[in-house]
């Protein structure tokens, strides 16, 4: 089975309450690459009743939020039917992981329970539709989620309404499902991301190792976290004052001149040189909000 376009669903655990914080969050997601898929904008339907909530709106996927939960809309792809579930299924979990790691939008879903949906008419009336989506995907479910997980085919008696199955699972089965999939594969900034609390947690240890700014002189009057000064267009002409043999880690304020500064570090033989996704603004959000948003 090759539909056109399948959705997964996890429904929201009670109230999600406003989701307005999730703009910021999408926002955020997409300029630091912390998603998968090629995220391009974000859409604000919460005035329409029962639509579509605050959608991440992407060119091979969609992200929505609304009373309902979050779905994934996988499309343009011609991959089958098993494949695009294993796909929306990593994808939607790796974006609950990251909406869990911002912190600002706290609602809970209900990971125990995928929604498949078949939006494919051309396949044939939605029962029969669902009970070969079953069937389908039976081998990916046991594998990913546990041999006791259950698929049930949705009856509809309106031949408009998309062909679904509801598949139920342990508890923790997602999370293990996540790894099986092969975790998170978000592009990130660089290659060679860390996150804001794996600065922090470094910082705290006492290792040594080398905090590179690449920012302008006049920012850090505005903010810093008293690291070396070195302007991203100075870079190539300074290398020298920096040790190749040195832990590295580069930020700037956002994260695009500090990804550019990594790969300049990487390509001139620093292999041990790190970027922090984010830059500045990310240690703002989840470690020390007292630092001026400029």
């Known amino acids: 089975m090759n539909p056109a376009r399948i959705t997964v669903r996890f429904p929201a655990s009670g109230d999600l309450g406003d989701l307005g914080p999730l703009i910021d ?9 912390l998603v998968e898929g090629l995220v391009l904008d974000v859409a604000d339907y919460r005035h ?28 343009r792809t011609t991959d089958d039917l098993a494949t695009q579930f294993r796909d929306a299924l990593r994808m ?7 909406v869990g790691d911002d912190g600002a939008f706290t609602a ?28 389908a995907l039976g081998t990916d479910v046991a594998a990913l989620l546990g041999s006791d997980a259950s698929i049930e085919v949705v009856p509809t008696e309106d031949p408009r309404q998309a062909a679904t199955v509801v598949i139920r699972a ?11 999939l092969g975790g998170v594969q978000a592009p990130g900034q660089s290659p060679w991301d860390i996150t804001a609390d794996e600065l922090k947690r470094l910082r705290d240890s006492d290792a040594e190792f080398v905090l590179l700014d690449v920012r302008e002189e006049s920012e850090t009057s505005i903010a810093t976290l008293d690291g070396t000064l070195i302007p991203l267009g100075q870079l190539d002409g300074r290398l020298g004052e920096l040790d190749r043999g040195a832990h590295i880690v580069v930020h700037c304020r956002s994260g695009f001149r500090g990804a550019q500064a990594v790969r300049q570090l990487r390509d001139a033989g620093f292999e041990d040189a790190w970027h922090l996704n984010g830059g500045l603004m990310a240690w703002r959000d989840r470690v020390d909000p007292s630092i001026p948003q400029y």
């Open 92 to 98: 939607g979990l790796g974006l609950l992981q990251a």
């Open 170 to 180: 342990g508890e923790d089965a997602a999370s293990q499902a996540l790894e099986k």
């Open 25 to 33: 969050v999408f926002h955020r997601f997409i300029q630091r690459g």
């Open 48 to 75: 329409v009743p029962k639509g579509p909530g605050v959608l991440l709106v992407g060119h091979d996927v969609d992200y929505g939020v609304n009373e309902a939960g979050l779905t994934v809309l996988r499309k």
């Open 108 to 135: 809970q879903f209900d990971t125990s329970t995928v929604e498949v949906r078949v939006l494919d008419r051309r396949l044939g009336e939605p029962d029969e539709v669902a009970a070969s989506a079953r069937d």
